[in-house]
Protein backbone atom coordinates (compact mmCIF):
# COMPACT_ATOMS: atom_id res chain seq x y z
CA UNK A 1 0.00 0.00 0.00
CA UNK A 2 1.52 3.50 -1.03
CA UNK A 3 2.18 5.80 1.45
CA UNK A 4 1.32 9.76 1.37
CA UNK A 5 3.13 10.85 -1.44
CA UNK A 6 4.25 14.80 -1.26
CA UNK A 7 6.11 16.40 -4.27
CA UNK A 8 8.52 17.90 -4.90
CA UNK A 9 10.47 17.04 -2.26
CA UNK A 10 12.73 20.30 -2.42
CA UNK A 11 12.01 23.69 -3.81
CA UNK A 12 14.50 27.03 -3.98
CA UNK A 13 12.40 29.93 -4.34
CA UNK A 14 13.08 33.42 -4.51
CA UNK A 15 11.46 36.02 -1.89
CA UNK A 16 7.65 38.05 -3.64
CA UNK A 17 7.25 34.73 -5.40
CA UNK A 18 4.51 32.00 -4.99
CA UNK A 19 4.78 28.17 -5.02
CA UNK A 20 2.55 25.05 -5.12
CA UNK A 21 2.91 22.17 -2.48
CA UNK A 22 1.26 18.58 -3.58
CA UNK A 23 0.15 15.97 -1.45
CA UNK A 24 -1.21 12.65 -2.56
CA UNK A 25 -2.80 10.86 0.86
CA UNK A 26 -2.84 7.12 1.30
CA UNK A 27 -5.74 5.45 -1.28
CA UNK A 28 -8.87 5.39 1.50
CA UNK A 29 -8.46 8.23 3.14
CA UNK A 30 -10.33 11.70 2.90
CA UNK A 31 -8.93 13.73 5.44
CA UNK A 32 -5.69 15.82 4.48
CA UNK A 33 -3.83 17.80 6.77
CA UNK A 34 -0.68 20.07 6.40
CA UNK A 35 2.05 21.32 8.83
CA UNK A 36 4.88 23.44 8.77
CA UNK A 37 8.09 22.23 10.54
CA UNK A 38 10.20 25.13 11.38
CA UNK A 39 13.39 24.82 14.21
CA UNK A 40 12.11 27.63 15.88
CA UNK A 41 8.48 26.75 15.86
CA UNK A 42 8.30 23.46 15.84
CA UNK A 43 5.21 21.46 14.00
CA UNK A 44 2.27 23.81 13.49
CA UNK A 45 -0.97 22.65 12.17
CA UNK A 46 -1.90 24.52 8.65
CA UNK A 47 -5.16 23.17 7.86
CA UNK A 48 -6.94 20.11 7.12
CA UNK A 49 -9.25 19.27 4.21
CA UNK A 50 -11.96 16.55 4.25
CA UNK A 51 -14.26 16.21 1.29
CA UNK A 52 -13.26 18.91 -0.40
CA UNK A 53 -14.31 20.68 2.50
CA UNK A 54 -11.42 22.92 4.63
CA UNK A 55 -12.66 22.00 7.85
CA UNK A 56 -9.64 23.46 10.27
CA UNK A 57 -7.23 25.66 9.91
CA UNK A 58 -4.36 27.16 11.83
CA UNK A 59 -2.98 30.78 12.84
CA UNK A 60 -1.48 31.14 9.83
CA UNK A 61 -1.80 34.54 7.50
CA UNK A 62 -4.22 34.58 4.65
CA UNK A 63 -0.83 34.13 1.92
CA UNK A 64 -1.43 30.45 3.10
CA UNK A 65 -4.32 28.44 1.11
CA UNK A 66 -5.27 25.19 -0.25
CA UNK A 67 -7.57 23.17 -1.85
CA UNK A 68 -8.51 19.90 -1.99
CA UNK A 69 -10.00 17.82 -4.73
CA UNK A 70 -12.02 15.20 -5.58
CA UNK A 71 -9.87 12.20 -5.56
CA UNK A 72 -8.53 13.42 -2.20
CA UNK A 73 -4.99 15.17 -3.77
CA UNK A 74 -4.50 18.51 -1.31
CA UNK A 75 -2.54 21.13 -3.01
CA UNK A 76 -1.25 24.36 -0.57
CA UNK A 77 -0.09 27.43 -1.81
CA UNK A 78 1.62 30.08 -0.28
CA UNK A 79 1.76 33.43 -2.18
CA UNK A 80 4.73 36.25 -1.38
CA UNK A 81 6.82 34.42 -0.25
CA UNK A 82 9.16 35.57 2.80
CA UNK A 83 12.22 34.07 4.32
CA UNK A 84 10.28 32.71 7.63
CA UNK A 85 8.49 30.42 4.71
CA UNK A 86 11.37 28.46 4.58
CA UNK A 87 10.51 25.20 6.47
CA UNK A 88 9.89 21.59 5.79
CA UNK A 89 5.96 20.98 4.48
CA UNK A 90 4.55 17.97 5.75
CA UNK A 91 1.17 16.58 4.92
CA UNK A 92 -1.01 13.88 6.62
CA UNK A 93 -3.81 11.75 5.63
CA UNK A 94 -6.00 10.08 7.63
CA UNK A 95 -9.30 7.62 7.82
CA UNK A 96 -13.07 8.67 7.91
CA UNK A 97 -12.68 11.98 11.11
CA UNK A 98 -12.48 12.04 14.31
CA UNK A 99 -9.41 11.57 15.79
CA UNK A 100 -7.89 8.55 13.40
CA UNK A 101 -4.15 8.07 13.19
CA UNK A 102 -2.20 10.20 11.10
CA UNK A 103 -0.09 9.35 8.60
CA UNK A 104 3.10 11.65 6.97
CA UNK A 105 4.37 12.26 3.82
CA UNK A 106 8.26 12.94 3.52
CA UNK A 107 7.25 16.64 3.39
CA UNK A 108 8.52 19.41 0.82
CA UNK A 109 11.39 21.25 1.90
CA UNK A 110 11.18 25.30 1.09
CA UNK A 111 13.47 27.38 1.00
CA UNK A 112 13.08 31.16 0.31
CA UNK A 113 15.81 33.03 -0.52
CA UNK B 1 -6.88 25.57 23.95
CA UNK B 2 -4.95 22.44 23.99
CA UNK B 3 -1.10 22.57 24.84
CA UNK B 4 1.69 19.65 24.76
CA UNK B 5 4.80 19.71 26.99
CA UNK B 6 7.59 17.19 26.67
CA UNK B 7 11.05 17.33 28.44
CA UNK B 8 13.38 16.79 28.47
CA UNK B 9 14.23 18.81 25.15
CA UNK B 10 17.45 17.08 24.44
CA UNK B 11 18.29 13.89 25.82
CA UNK B 12 21.79 12.08 25.93
CA UNK B 13 21.97 8.47 27.06
CA UNK B 14 24.39 5.66 26.77
CA UNK B 15 24.11 2.19 25.27
CA UNK B 16 22.48 0.05 27.70
CA UNK B 17 20.66 2.81 29.80
CA UNK B 18 17.26 3.43 30.66
CA UNK B 19 14.58 6.87 30.61
CA UNK B 20 11.71 8.19 30.33
CA UNK B 21 10.59 11.02 28.46
CA UNK B 22 7.59 12.81 29.98
CA UNK B 23 4.23 14.49 27.90
CA UNK B 24 1.99 16.42 29.49
CA UNK B 25 -0.85 18.19 28.16
CA UNK B 26 -3.09 21.12 29.01
CA UNK B 27 -6.94 19.38 28.46
CA UNK B 28 -8.79 16.49 28.15
CA UNK B 29 -7.51 13.90 25.16
CA UNK B 30 -8.71 10.97 24.77
CA UNK B 31 -5.86 9.92 22.35
CA UNK B 32 -2.41 10.38 22.50
CA UNK B 33 0.71 10.24 19.77
CA UNK B 34 3.92 9.49 19.56
CA UNK B 35 5.73 9.84 16.86
CA UNK B 36 9.65 9.39 15.72
CA UNK B 37 11.77 11.68 13.24
CA UNK B 38 14.97 10.83 11.98
CA UNK B 39 17.18 14.41 10.99
CA UNK B 40 15.43 15.27 7.25
CA UNK B 41 12.83 13.10 7.29
CA UNK B 42 8.99 12.53 8.18
CA UNK B 43 7.43 11.54 11.16
CA UNK B 44 7.10 7.76 11.63
CA UNK B 45 4.43 7.00 13.73
CA UNK B 46 5.18 4.80 16.84
CA UNK B 47 2.54 4.45 18.81
CA UNK B 48 -1.46 5.12 19.40
CA UNK B 49 -2.83 5.47 23.05
CA UNK B 50 -6.32 5.40 23.07
CA UNK B 51 -7.72 5.15 26.60
CA UNK B 52 -6.61 5.70 30.06
CA UNK B 53 -4.11 2.96 31.49
CA UNK B 54 -3.31 2.28 27.75
CA UNK B 55 0.60 0.24 27.64
CA UNK B 56 1.94 -0.32 24.50
CA UNK B 57 5.38 -1.95 23.62
CA UNK B 58 7.43 -2.20 20.57
CA UNK B 59 11.17 -3.17 21.23
CA UNK B 60 13.41 -1.13 23.58
CA UNK B 61 9.80 0.95 23.76
CA UNK B 62 6.93 1.19 25.76
CA UNK B 63 4.36 4.21 25.75
CA UNK B 64 1.85 4.94 28.53
CA UNK B 65 -0.98 7.02 28.83
CA UNK B 66 -2.41 8.22 32.00
CA UNK B 67 -5.81 10.85 31.04
CA UNK B 68 -6.15 11.46 34.92
CA UNK B 69 -3.08 12.84 34.98
CA UNK B 70 -2.96 13.99 31.78
CA UNK B 71 0.37 12.46 31.20
CA UNK B 72 2.27 9.81 28.53
CA UNK B 73 5.30 8.76 29.27
CA UNK B 74 8.27 6.98 26.29
CA UNK B 75 10.04 4.53 28.30
CA UNK B 76 12.93 3.32 26.40
CA UNK B 77 15.10 0.04 27.88
CA UNK B 78 18.53 -0.67 27.03
CA UNK B 79 18.99 1.74 24.53
CA UNK B 80 20.85 1.64 21.34
CA UNK B 81 22.03 3.71 19.17
CA UNK B 82 19.76 3.05 16.44
CA UNK B 83 17.18 4.85 18.87
CA UNK B 84 18.95 8.47 18.12
CA UNK B 85 16.05 10.42 16.88
CA UNK B 86 13.58 13.41 17.97
CA UNK B 87 10.33 11.80 19.79
CA UNK B 88 7.35 13.75 19.72
CA UNK B 89 3.99 13.73 21.18
CA UNK B 90 0.55 14.76 20.30
CA UNK B 91 -2.77 14.92 20.58
CA UNK B 92 -5.75 16.49 18.84
CA UNK B 93 -7.34 19.43 19.56
CA UNK B 94 -10.73 18.49 21.27
CA UNK B 95 -13.59 18.35 18.47
CA UNK B 96 -11.09 19.33 15.33
CA UNK B 97 -8.89 17.20 13.39
CA UNK B 98 -5.72 19.90 14.71
CA UNK B 99 -3.06 17.61 15.72
CA UNK B 100 -1.21 19.72 18.08
CA UNK B 101 2.52 18.49 18.83
CA UNK B 102 5.22 18.91 21.62
CA UNK B 103 8.42 20.42 20.86
CA UNK B 104 10.22 17.20 20.87
CA UNK B 105 12.76 15.47 22.85
CA UNK B 106 16.26 15.22 20.85
CA UNK B 107 17.39 11.66 21.62
CA UNK B 108 21.16 11.03 21.40
CA UNK B 109 22.49 7.25 22.43
CA UNK B 110 26.29 7.46 22.62
CA UNK B 111 28.30 4.18 22.43
Known amino acids: KAGVTQTPRYLIKTRGQQVTLSCSPISGHRSVSWYQQTPGQGLQFLFE???????NKGNFPGRFSGRQFSNSRSEMNVSTLELGDSALYLC????????????FGQGTRLTVV | ELKVEQNPLFLSMQEGKNYTIYCNYS?????LYWYRQDPGKSLESLFVLLSNGAVKQEGRLMASLDTKARLSTLHITAAVHDLSATYFC???????????FGKGTKLTVNP
Open chain 2, 27 to 31: TTSDR
Open chain 1, 49 to 55: YFSETQR
Open chain 2, 90 to 100: AGFQGGSEKLV
Open chain 1, 92 to 103: ASSLEPPNTEAF
